[in-house]
């Protein structure tokens, strides 16, 4: 109880947030946040814990917007179905990728995703009696006007995520996905089927990840192929938003993206520097790399350490 | 009826033969040595039982059925469990998670995986350093740690791929003892080994591998006055 006494109270902050009248802005930039965190976490699932990095966490992310987008534009159903429909296509997309990619390993397996997360893009953007192509999707008649709702979806989606992610690794899966990514050929020797349970960990991170685009299509109200395939904002930061928080961590993903999207606001923001949010990034993720490894999470006690020394001496 | 049976086993890489047609049993509850020169084949041979590689030609039985070209989790789901020459510990994880991670093969929840690991770790003594990070231990115990992950799969049969390599005499004796007891609780073991000495106190009997083939098996004491293995070893009489 005392252990859980800290994320109950950061549970009551999250709930009670909106009431205070935050403007749409700040609620827009904390949809956001949960968003990231949200494809964050999922994708510590394959790359953090199963140790099978993903260049194309972007392609899940499309599908499961796409999924809510098209039941809404051809069927006319609402878009919200698209939430548990995501599920099975982007499960069954997993699947697709999974056989194709997870028998490349290492650099091989990141390419093979890089690559089918831009096969995917181009497919959406000529695939134009299904999608709309490069005119995308819009939703005329949104549920909401206010951010407030949304904020809470995705909130308690954030939170199955996070004890999803708990559940599964603290279990044998978990153990299963650590020695795989410490050493696959000595968990197979050890009687792990690789295969499958690689196979599990994606279908897992890439389900996560769909209804996450789902929620976007509904919350946006309006995609392209540009926006939800997109190489960068999706895949790359959703790396670097891990990275950053600490890899193989419960809470960096979060941490994580807290921190990529105000910076990316904060840089966007000043006119002098907003062409260069890229550059910025990646010379981040190289301070990242050489000094915090394990990312703010996982060398807390290190960076802890380093303050002290810096502070007052206790 | 013999625990395992390797069949006219060839393997071939590309244009180099590692195995040309071996053939020998293990009978259950031995301890055979697997030696020869450096480039034998004893290590592809392991890899060979294991699944990792399919023979070229020939095939592998265990408790008289094929098992060769069935995968590495697949045999060791059978009963067979190794180690690995260079060792191969789950780096981030603490001594006690890798060995629960083999547990879990047979463990139906957490709990029993836990138990199996336990034990396992207090047979070879690693249960005091239980809940150190494996990468921070020394090459003992490491080789320790290979042989109780691949224990708390509760194998039948054990290929320890060089355990010995690098140990100090006083290490070496206790993995003898070790060994030793692993074969009183009814597991048959197929030892690679380039310590004479051990390969001498420990194996019933003995296969040597030169080039790919198999020169020579018998009883240790057989072994050592075989001409060809001395030849093996030592180069031919007339050139020394």
């Given at each position: 109880m005392k252990k859980n006494l800290p994320i109950i109270i950061i549970l009551i902050l999250l709930a009670v947030?909106?009431?205070?009248?935050?403007?749409s802005y700040i609620m827009h930039i904390l949809v956001l946040v949960i968003i990231y965190s949200i494809i964050g976490m999922a994708w510590n699932l394959l790359?953090?814990?199963?140790?099978?990095?993903?260049?194309?966490h972007a392609a899940y992310f499309g599908v499961g917007a796409y999924t809510a987008g098209i039941i809404y534009s051809?069927?006319?159903?609402?878009?919200?179905?698209?939430l548990p429909l995501s599920i099975f296509v982007v499960t069954a997309l997993s699947l697709i990728i999974g056989f194709i990619c997870l028998r490349l390993r290492g650099p091989y397996f990141a390419l093979g995703t890089l690559a089918m997360g831009e096969v995917l893009r181009v497919t959406a953007e000529n695939l134009v009696k299904f999608?709309?192509?490069?005119v995308g999707i819009l939703?005329?008649?949104?549920?909401?006007?206010?951010k407030i709702w949304y904020y809470y979806i995705i909130l308690l989606l954030a939170i199955g995520t996070y004890l999803l992610v708990k559940i599964v690794i603290e279990s044998k899966l978990g153990y299963y996905f650590v020695s795989i990514r410490e050493d696959q050929d000595a968990a197979e020797s050890m009687g792990i089927d690789t295969t499958t349970y690689k196979t599990i960990a994606l279908c897992l991170s890439g389900a996560i990840t769909g209804i996450a685009g789902a929620f976007y299509m509904n919350y946006m109200g309006y995609i392209d192929p540009k926006v939800v395939f997109n190489l960068h904002d999706i895949s790359i930061v959703t790396i670097m938003v891990v990275m950053v928080g600490g890899?193989?961590?419960?809470w960096g993903p979060t941490i994580g993206a807290i921190i990529m999207v105000f910076l990316a606001e904060l840089i966007r923001s000043n006119p002098s520097l907003g062409a260069a949010h890229q550059t910025l990034f990646g010379i981040l993720l190289i301070f990242i790399i050489i000094f915090l490894p394990n990312g703010i999470v996982g060398d807390f006690p290190k960076l802890r350490k380093l303050f002290r020394l810096g502070g007052t001496p206790t | 009826m013999s625990l395992l049976e390797i069949r006219n086993v060839s393997k071939r890489f590309g244009g180099l033969t590692?195995?040309?047609d071996v053939s020998y049993s293990l009978n259950k509850g031995e301890i055979l040595g697997l030696i020869g020169p450096n480039g034998a084949g004893k290590t592809t041979l392991f890899n060979v039982v294991n699944g990792f590689y399919p023979p070229t030609k020939g095939e592998v039985l265990f408790k008289g059925e094929k098992?060769?070209?069935?995968k590495p989790h697949q045999i060791c789901k059978l009963g067979i469990g190794r180690t690995f020459q260079v060792v191969r510990p789950?780096?981030?994880?603490t001594v006690l998670d890798n060995v629960i991670a083999s547990a879990f093969?047979?463990?139906?929840?957490k709990a029993e995986a836990g138990e199996i690991a336990l034990e396992a770790l207090r047979f070879t003594g690693l249960y005091e350093d239980r809940?150190?990070?494996?990468?921070?231990?020394?090459l003992g115990n490491r080789k320790k740690l290979e042989i109780t992950r691949a224990l708390a799969t509760r194998p039948e049969m054990l290929l320890l791929d060089e355990?010995?390599?690098?140990?100090?005499p006083s290490e070496q004796n206790e993995l003898i003892d070790i060994i030793r007891q692993i074969r009183a609780k009814g597991i048959t073991i197929m030892v690679i080994e380039h310590h004479m000495k051990v390969i001498m106190a420990l194996s019933d009997r003995i296969v040597v591998l030169n080039y790919g083939e198999k020169i020579a098996e018998g009883t240790p004491l057989e072994i050592g006055k075989n001409p060809l293995v001395i030849e093996a070893y030592l180069g031919e009489t007339e050139s020394a």
């Open positions: 947030l909106p009431l205070v009248g935050l403007s790359g953090g814990y199963c140790g099978q990095v993903s260049f194309g051809k069927l006319g159903v609402s878009a919200w179905w698209g999608t709309g192509g490069d939703i005329r008649e949104r549920t909401w006007v206010g890899v193989a961590t419960y | 590692a195995l040309a098992i060769s070209h069935l789950l780096r981030r994880m093969l047979r463990a139906k929840d809940n150190v990070l494996s990468k921070g231990l020394p355990s010995f390599a690098g140990l100090n």
